[in-house]
């Protein structure tokens, strides 16, 4: 247990005006060593909420023991005081923020002097929770080889169910000036460690190694199980709370990190400070790392569609451009024909112009589709025909100069395409009715380009086929991204997601549009799908499915497989079809095949729907 000392800049203060006054009897020298004599412990310094009581103070001789070193990135090193007080709220350790390479050991016994600080990674707008550091420090080493403060175990047990306190309305809903309920709250419990030394055991890896050498875990295996090993992020209720970023102290060069995937267990004993980043918020950073025990999970193969069955697949292949190598082509084709079964129709998203990111005007997609579509009739599937609508330079967001788009790929020994009037990329497609039938006015078009909800974002592509006699409607989406968006362990609680807006607005000019088919004919076959950007049970979605248009399939499926990304350990759909009410069987599969690995084709899971129209 450990507690706040009440002792702060404010008592020093009232020395000094006592000394001045005279009210104080006996010499300043007499005062400081009455000062001195209670010296500032690293407990005072983090205090019982998350801003240090001392931010922006000058401390003195804090002492602690070295409990991690960081040599690159944020460097510094993090101390603890091995005699904790007796106030679960206040932490024992803190990081120094050296900027150059730290001198100090693990295991030195030394005293600080230095500033008190609040660093908020990614800057003060992103939301994020501060860090509590002592900033342009002194050192004093006074012993090494010292033993370090015994790591405090964090477990299911530990870990509170409820994930963050409500914020203080009068601080426009942040939580940093509230005192921590560490038993209470999973975010308080976490930041009551803040720069403490702390440990888990063998623990179910949730979140794939990434690029930059981190890997979630969860300390609760039970908690939303998803059916591959996963974490589901089922509600914005379900946060998920044994989550846990892992880092590793020791540099790449020194020590490779290793590679693991979903479901994938990290066994024995990983120890080390307890760090708060700007990707994720509470990181462990290894000084042990346990070691990655391999599972047996393997890409997902979706079942080929029946002759009478039209499959209609969505997938996000992450700005493809003629420039990436063949590689990357070849194995999101392989990808096309042997999980996905060679769907019928194929809508793509994030299909670069023919040089990708080089910003020279370019914003035909041709070179990239015969390169793509020839990487899949070699590795077996059918020879794919395309239709898309070329964007407007640098007006759909996405990657500079690269003017990605949504594509249509279709099997024309299967499915055939019904021209009409090709639209551009100003030119609205329209619904008229024809032999009491529904029909485009533009086949390929584009629903409401004009409209604001589409600035800077990819506007839907709308396509009229036909299969075995039978038109079939569909819609290809790139809704916005959530760029912008709080995360999970903002001080804002609930987190600000400023980026739903948007997608709000343009969920509403697509659900608006398929009520326009649905007008001309209420039994039109309608398939509204892409990268949604959102979650099944966001703002988003509902509208999409306003007035019973639209039904999210992947609601279809049991809760502990809807999923279609993985973000910081949290499974969660962004991609989804989404189905008119004619359409009532069918079958759908999110085909897990990127998403839960550390080697990706693309870091989105494809999904599938195949019915009989």
């Given at each position: 247990?450990?507690?706040?000392?009440?002792?702060?800049?404010?008592?020093?203060?009232?020395?000094?005006?006592?000394?001045a006054?005279g009210?104080?009897?006996?010499?300043a020298?007499?005062?400081?060593?009455?000062?001195?004599?209670?010296?500032?412990?690293?407990?005072?310094?983090q205090?019982?909420?998350?801003?240090?009581?001392?931010?922006?103070?000058?401390?003195?001789?804090?002492?602690?023991?070295?409990?991690?070193v960081?040599?690159?990135?944020?460097?510094?090193?993090?101390?603890?005081?091995?005699?904790?007080?007796?106030?679960?709220?206040?932490?024992?350790?803190?990081?120094?923020?050296?900027?150059?390479?730290?001198?100090?050991?693990?295991?030195?016994?030394?005293?600080?002097?230095?500033?008190?600080?609040?660093?908020?990674?990614?800057g003060?707008?992103?939301?994020?929770?501060?860090?509590t550091?002592?900033?342009?420090?002194?050192?004093?080493?006074?012993?090494?080889?010292?033993?370090?403060?015994?790591?405090?175990?964090?477990?299911?047990?530990?870990?509170?169910?409820?994930y963050?306190?409500?914020?203080?309305?009068?601080?426009?809903?942040?939580?940093?000036?509230?005192?921590?309920?560490?038993?209470?709250?999973a975010?308080?419990?976490?930041?009551?460690?803040?720069?403490?030394?702390?440990?888990?055991?063998?623990?179910?890896?949730?979140?794939?190694?990434?690029?930059y050498?981190e890997?979630?875990?969860t300390?609760?295996g039970?908690?939303?199980?998803?059916?591959?090993?996963?974490?589901?992020?089922?509600?914005?209720?379900s946060?998920?709370?044994g989550?846990?970023?892992?880092?590793q102290?020791?540099p790449?060069?020194?020590?490779?990190?290793?590679v693991?995937?979903?479901?994938?267990k990290?066994?024995?004993?990983?120890?080390?400070?307890?760090?708060?980043?700007?990707?994720?918020?509470?990181?462990?950073?290894a000084?042990?790392?346990?070691?990655?025990?391999?599972?047996?999970?393997?890409?997902?193969?979706?079942k080929?569609?029946t002759?009478?069955?039209?499959?209609?697949?969505?997938?996000?292949?992450?700005?493809l451009d003629?420039?990436?190598?063949?590689?990357?082509?070849?194995?999101?084709?392989?990808a096309?024909?042997?999980?996905?079964?060679?769907?019928?129709?194929?809508?793509?998203?994030?299909?670069?112009?023919?040089?990708?990111?080089?910003?020279?005007?370019?914003?035909?997609?041709?070179?990239?589709?015969?390169?793509?579509?020839?990487?899949?009739?070699?590795?077996?599937?059918p020879?794919?025909?395309?239709?898309?609508?070329?964007?407007?330079?640098?007006?759909?967001?996405g990657?500079?100069?690269?003017?990605?788009?949504?594509?249509?790929l279709?099997?024309?020994?299967?499915?055939?395409?019904?021209?009409?009037?090709?639209?551009?990329?100003?030119?609205?497609?329209?619904?008229?009715?024809?032999?009491?039938?529904?029909?485009?006015?533009?086949?390929?078009?584009?629903?409401?380009?004009?409209?604001?909800?589409?600035?800077?974002?990819?506007?839907?592509?709308?396509?009229?086929?036909?299969?075995?006699?039978?038109?079939?409607?569909?819609?290809?989406?790139h809704?916005?991204?959530?760029?912008?968006d709080?995360?999970?362990?903002?001080?804002?609680?609930?987190?600000?997601?400023?980026?739903?807006?948007?997608?709000l607005?343009?969920?509403?000019?697509?659900?608006?549009?398929?009520?326009?088919?649905?007008?001309?004919?209420?039994?039109?076959?309608?398939?509204?799908?892409?990268?949604?950007?959102?979650?099944?049970?966001?703002?988003?979605t509902?509208?999409?499915?306003?007035?019973?248009a639209?039904y999210?399939?992947?609601?279809?499926?049991?809760?502990?497989?809807?999923y279609?990304y993985?973000?910081?350990?949290?499974?969660?759909?962004?991609?989804?079809?989404?189905?008119?009410?004619?359409?009532?069987?069918?079958?759908?599969?999110?085909?897990?095949?990127?998403?839960?690995?550390?080697?990706?084709?693309?870091d989105?899971?494809?999904?599938?729907?195949?019915?009989?129209?």
């Amino acid at each position: 247990m450990r507690s706040s000392h009440p002792r702060s800049a404010a008592v020093a203060a009232l020395v000094a005006t006592a000394l001045a006054t005279g009210l104080l009897a006996g010499s300043a020298d007499a005062a400081e060593g009455a000062v001195s004599a209670d010296p500032i412990r690293i407990h005072d310094i983090q205090g019982t909420t998350r801003i240090s009581p001392l931010s922006g103070k000058q401390v003195a001789d804090v002492e602690g023991i070295v409990t991690g070193v960081r040599t690159y990135g944020s460097r510094g090193f993090w101390i603890q005081d091995p005699d904790a007080d007796d106030n679960d709220a206040t932490s024992e350790g803190v990081f120094v923020f050296t900027s150059s390479v730290p001198t100090v050991a693990v295991g030195d016994a030394v005293k600080v002097s230095g500033t008190v600080g609040e660093y908020v990674p990614g800057g003060l707008n992103s939301g994020n929770q501060s860090v509590t550091q002592i900033s342009k420090p002194t050192v004093t080493v006074v012993s090494s080889g010292n033993a370090l403060p015994e790591a405090t175990a964090i477990n299911e047990y530990s870990v509170p169910a409820e994930y963050a306190p409500a914020g203080d309305p009068a601080a426009a809903g942040s939580i940093n000036g509230l005192t921590l309920e560490p038993t209470r709250y999973a975010l308080d419990y976490y930041e009551s460690l803040e720069g403490m030394n702390v440990k888990i055991g063998t623990s179910r890896v949730v979140g794939a190694t990434d690029p930059y050498s981190e890997l979630w875990v969860t300390v609760k295996g039970w908690e939303n199980a998803a059916k591959r090993g996963g974490t589901i992020y089922g509600s914005y209720e379900s946060q998920n709370t044994g989550r846990l970023q892992i880092q590793q102290l020791a540099p790449l060069a020194q020590q490779p990190f290793p590679v693991a995937n979903v479901g994938d267990k990290l066994t024995g004993t990983t120890e080390g400070p307890l760090d708060f980043n700007q990707f994720g918020g509470y990181t462990l950073v290894a000084r042990t790392l346990g070691t990655v025990k391999a599972g047996t999970l393997a890409p997902e193969k979706t079942k080929p569609q029946t002759e009478q069955e039209l499959a209609v697949a969505t997938y996000n292949v992450e700005n493809l451009d003629p420039s990436d190598p063949q590689e990357k082509f070849d194995a999101l084709a392989k990808a096309v024909v042997e999980n996905l079964a060679a769907p019928d129709i194929l809508a793509l998203e994030e299909i670069q112009d023919d040089n990708g990111a080089k910003n020279d005007g370019t914003v035909s997609a041709e070179q990239t589709l015969t390169k793509f579509t020839a990487a899949i009739t070699a590795a077996g599937g059918p020879a794919y025909q395309w239709r898309t609508i070329n964007p407007e330079d640098k007006k759909d967001g996405g990657e500079p100069g690269g003017n990605i788009r949504q594509v249509f790929l279709f099997n024309p020994a299967r499915v055939s395409f019904t021209e009409r009037a090709p639209g551009d990329a100003v030119t609205a497609t329209g619904v008229v009715k024809e032999n009491g039938k529904a029909a485009l006015t533009h086949s390929p078009g584009r629903i409401d380009p004009a409209n604001p909800a589409w600035a800077d974002s990819r506007k839907p592509l709308a396509g009229e086929f036909v299969f075995r006699g039978k038109t079939v409607f569909v819609i290809a989406n790139h809704f916005g991204s959530k760029g912008g968006d709080e995360g999970l362990t903002s001080h804002h609680q609930p987190p600000v997601r400023s980026s739903e807006a948007k997608r709000l607005l343009q969920a509403q000019a697509v659900n608006g549009f398929v009520k326009e088919i649905l007008a001309a004919d209420k039994n039109a076959n309608v398939l509204v799908l892409g990268d949604i950007n959102d979650f099944e049970f966001s703002a988003t979605t509902d509208a999409l499915a306003d007035g019973g248009a639209l039904y999210p399939a992947i609601k279809s499926l049991p809760k502990a497989e809807r999923y279609s990304y993985v973000y910081q350990g949290n499974a969660q759909v962004l991609d989804q079809i989404l189905t008119s009410p004619a359409i009532k069987k069918f079958t759908y599969d999110s085909v897990h095949i990127n998403a839960e690995f550390a080697a990706q084709n693309s870091d989105h899971d494809p999904q599938v729907l195949r019915f009989r129209p």
